[in-house]
């Protein structure tokens, strides 16, 4: 399965079909969704049923754990199995909250099955900015707010009314919890990032327009669904906790805010032990918690776009490659001295003659885009090297 790739949410409708027991209440789908991160923003892991065809992103992570989240809240809510009655119940969802409309380049590639314009749609709510350049200048690259979605479609299921109010309402109360957790502590740069965040991850409602006092303590007094209080609470402990400490004040919120939710004590601590385990265990790859160097941090955010791209279109890209002796030669050359300055314009130009047949490799022609020729010239021969294997090249060819 490649969430990156088109056809991908029927290729996880022929997995689950076998798997339609994997969670048997909204409990045990929530306890899930929080140990692979999702519940938290964060994806560290995926679905045991889920067989990658290679390592995942955390984005890819996102779009899995999304839809796992959506079909399983469908199946639990409904009783039904059924995958293309859960795609059009989820595409239906998404027009409710006008959250459906696809770009007109998505349009044009997305045709008309709901699955392929569902794939446009996931997308649009895992990303949280739409230019895939930009997105390799932003570590925080997917909407940390998306579980939202899950307890707006359980909402949904359940006949509720006016649901794009409610989520607003959901938003509005992330954002206060959020930003009055972070002000019951002494704040610093990883805090900063955390609340930069989750500000960008919201859809119904700006963080420009809200209003940050006490007034939104009323509403949780007032909201009464068991699930979504227990996301807020989740989502509080893990914005005190995210610097491995408690002080008496972040305590004290914290226990005010479970009282504010109807949640009893025991499920207090049990939150908060969660989320210090979960930060314990996945602290050196959760993006807000590095402090790279700025350059450090931009370089391997670009290698690994470039990375997963050359993984993702070797076939055809061994093919392109064995067509050109002498761009072989020329890039081999590259891994051990440097080119020429007319060497390395022949082979940007037959770089680029090879990424405008290859769609997903547009990025390259993109303005902005010729910044990563230097990375794909550096990695291409690590990551198909059976391509600068002379005797090969000339039997294929």
């Known amino acids: 399965m490649n969430p990156s ?6 290729k996880f409708g022929s997995l689950v079909k076998n798997h339609v027991s994997a969670y048997t209440t909204f409990g045990d789908l929530y306890e899930t969704l929080k140990k692979v991160g999702f519940v938290y923003g964060i994806n560290t892991g995926y679905p045991n049923f889920i067989l990658p065809e290679h390592e995942f992103s955390e984005d890819e992570k996102a ?4 839809v796992t989240a959506l079909y399983f809240t469908f199946r639990i809510e409904t009783g039904q199995t059924d ?6 119940k989820i595409f239906l969802f998404y027009e409710t909250l ?5 770009s007109f380049l998505g349009k044009l590639f997305s045709g008309n099955k709901t699955s392929t314009k569902l794939e446009k749609i996931l997308e649009s709510r895992v990303y949280l900015e739409d230019n895939i350049i930009s997105k390799t200048f932003n570590s925080f690259i997917t909407n940390s707010l998306l579980y939202i979605d899950v307890l707006l479609f359980r909402k949904y299921l359940l006949k509720a009314k006016g649901i794009k ?17 972070l002000n019951s502590k002494e704040k610093n740069r990883k805090d900063e990032k955390l609340a930069q965040l989750l500000a960008s991850s919201l859809t119904f409602i700006s963080s420009d327009t809200q209003k940050f006092d006490d007034s939104y303590r009323e509403h949780l007094l007032a909201n009464d669904d068991e699930w979504e209080n227990k996301y807020l609470l989740d989502l509080a402990c893990l914005t005190v906790w995210e610097d491995h400490t408690l002080q008496p004040v972040e305590s004290e919120f914290i226990h005010e805010i479970g009282k504010d939710l109807k949640l009893d004590e025991k499920t207090v601590q049990d939150s908060l ?4 385990y979960f930060i314990t265990a996945h602290k050196e790859t959760i993006p807000f918690l590095q402090e790279h160097n700025m350059a450090v941090q931009f370089y391997d955010s670009m290698s690994k776009l470039v990375n997963r791209l050359i993984l993702r279109n070797r076939k055809r890209l061994h093919k392109e490659l064995s067509e050109s002796a002498e761009l072989v030669s020329l890039l081999s050359k590259s891994t051990i001295k440097d080119l020429t300055k007319e060497e390395k314009k022949k082979v940007q130009s037959q770089l680029l003659d090879i990424f405008k047949s290859i769609p997903s490799l547009a990025i390259f022609l993109l303005p902005g885009g010729a910044i990563l020729l230097p990375i794909f010239i550096k990695l291409i021969p690590k990551l198909l090297p059976s391509a600068f294997d002379e005797n090969r090249v000339e039997n294929e060819g």
């Open 5 to 10: 790739a088109s056809g991908w949410i029927d």
């Open 63 to 66: 779009k899995v754990n999304l």
């Open 83 to 88: 995958f293309n009655l859960f795609l059009e």
């Open 98 to 102: 006008e959250v459906n409309k696809v």
């Open 165 to 181: 109010k409610h989520a607003q309402k959901l938003e509005y109360l992330s954002i206060n919890i959020t930003y009055h957790a």
């Open 273 to 276: 032990s969660y989320v210090t």
